[in-house]
């Protein structure tokens, strides 16, 4: 049986209730937050919404983040982070040595360009490769159809293999129903600023909850109007969570989700000849000859080298850094045990 009925709305199930009730610490109750803004956020409650303190920076609990599962205590503070069933993580803008969660616990994401500027297919495969790696189901969505006099889906559905792909128009509310029944739990928009993300969340809500503005009609680039990460119920079940527009979206980590993104070049890299094959000039290449062939764009195949190769500099630049954080570690207790050993002689 489900309790917490007021949480419902904001995706408390049984399976979020078996996961969690044990855990949460004595005299909290759970949460889920809908809104961060510093040192403070918004937070869904089983008595209803409330504003809720986060604990302080330097505390086990830092970088909360909406669609979050926390406990608060009874004087509305965060106790608890729970534990993150899945999250969209890049890296991190400040350049530590942790990835930046963009939502957590998130089900669906829809991935959204807008059909009538330019469909950028590099950039649909770098947000298929963190949908991926956050373990949620991506939907690829070309929004404002009604506006665009091509749209490209069946070039957007070939980068997409495992994924949905699908044109709307929120204006028009075409593909709107299509959309809505593929929609399952917490469901999370990314993409440009611009891309009608926004204006979709509003259609799917059924109300105006998000502001939505102007595209600048000279560069057809969005103005960043969200400025805030903001979960809020869907009237038919599941939750949506709008995000500002990324201006670029760096990986974190993420060979899965790469794997899954280029699910077909992956397997035709199984067919070489050898094992280690470069898919550049080894005879028996089956990548390449799939290039040859057609099948393959040369296209994809830079997209995927490209985001392999920086996934893979994210990680040695990580591992570095987390190297200097332990040898900082060592050498900060090295220094405490000498001004030990300095205040034990002077003591003398
Ligand atoms: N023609 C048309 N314009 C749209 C549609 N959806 C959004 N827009 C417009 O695109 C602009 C940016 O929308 P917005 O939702 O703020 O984009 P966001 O930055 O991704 O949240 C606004 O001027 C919207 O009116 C649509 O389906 N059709
Ligand atoms: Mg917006
Ligand atoms: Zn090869």
């Not at 759970?30 to 510093?38: E, G, K, L, N, W």
């Not at 969209?88 to 089900?107: C, K, P, Q, W, Y």
């Not at 094959?277 to 990548?287: D, I, M, Q, R």
Request: neutral net charge; contains cysteine.
């Amino acid at each position: 049986m489900v309790e917490n009925d007021l949480l419902v709305p904001y995706g408390w199930t049984e399976a979020v209730s078996h996961d969690y009730s044990h855990v949460i610490a004595d005299g909290c109750v759970p949460a889920r937050v809908i809104r961060v803004d510093r040192g403070e956020c918004d937070v869904a409650t089983p008595t209803g919404l409330a504003r809720a303190r986060c604990p302080r920076a330097d505390s086990e609990i830092s970088g909360l983040c909406t669609g979050d599962w926390v406990s608060i205590d009874a004087e509305r503070t965060v106790r608890q982070l729970l534990p993150r069933r899945s999250a969209i993580v890049r890296s991190s803008v400040s350049g530590r040595s942790e990835g930046h969660v963009l939502a957590a616990n998130v089900d669906t994401v829809l991935i959204c360009t807008a059909a009538d500027g330019d469909v950028d297919l590099n950039r649909i495969e770098r947000m298929l490769a963190l949908a991926w790696e956050s373990h949620a189901v991506p939907v690829v969505v070309l929004t404002k159809a009604d506006a665009a006099e091509y749209v490209p889906l069946d070039a957007v559905q070939a980068v997409a293999p495992g994924a949905a792909a699908l044109a709307i128009s929120a204006t028009t509310g075409t593909g709107l129903d299509v959309l809505t029944a593929m929609l399952a739990g917490t469901v999370a928009l990314i993409g440009p600023s611009g891309a009608g993300k926004s204006t979709l969340a509003n259609a799917l809500l059924g109300e105006e909850v998000f502001a939505t503005d102007a595209v600048r009609a000279a560069d057809k680039k969005g103005r960043h109007t969200t400025v805030h990460r903001e979960l809020r119920p869907l009237p038919g079940g599941g939750t949506l969570i709008d995000t500002p527009g990324l201006r670029g979206i760096g990986l974190w980590d993420a060979s899965d989700g790469i794997e899954r993104t280029f699910s077909d070049i992956e397997s035709l890299a199984e067919q070489c000849r050898f094992g280690d094959c470069s898919h550049t000039s080894e005879p028996g290449c089956a990548v390449r000859a799939a290039v040859d062939s057609g099948a393959l764009t040369e296209r994809r195949l830079d997209s995927y080298r490209k985001l392999a190769k920086e996934n893979a500099w994210m990680r040695s630049r990580t591992d570095k850094r987390l190297q200097a954080e332990r040898q900082q570690a060592r050498k900060d207790i090295t220094k405490q045990q000498r001004q030990m050993y300095r205040d034990r002689s002077s003591r003398r």
